[in-house]
């Protein structure tokens, strides 16, 4: 599997932004997906995942801002993120926890 993100970009504060994943597969077969983040000089952290039958779960420090969901007739992974914090400053990757992972896509969040 091949993934490719992208629909990073610098957004102000409060401001939103949507990430795509796509994948050269069928993502319908892929039991887990999801996005994590890396901020520098800090671990890569779970932002959300999804599963096939659909259940979805978040990081605390995104729930109700965050929304994760997938497009499978164009395998596509997304996360709309909303009311953006500097906090969320990082390179956001898309992984199906099968050893694959997006190249990463910058997400700068001005104050």
């Known amino acids: 599997v091949q993934l490719q993100a992208s629909g990073g970009g610098l957004v102000q504060a409060g401001g939103s932004l949507r990430l795509s994943c796509s994948s050269s597969?069928?993502?319908?077969?892929?039991?887990?997906m999801g996005w994590r983040r890396q901020a520098p000089g800090k671990q890569r952290n779970p932002v959300a995942i999804?599963?096939?039958?659909?259940?979805?779960d978040y990081a605390a420090s995104v729930k109700g801002r965050f929304t994760i969901s997938r497009d499978i007739t164009k395998n596509t992974l997304y996360l709309q993120m909303n009311s953006l914090r500097p906090e969320d400053t990082a390179v956001y990757y898309c992984?199906?926890?099968?050893?694959?992972w997006g190249q990463g896509t910058q997400v700068t969040v001005s104050s």
């Open positions: 992984t199906d926890y099968q050893g694959a």
């Open positions: 999804i599963s096939n039958l659909g259940s979805k």
């Open positions: 597969e069928d993502i319908s077969n892929i039991p887990m």
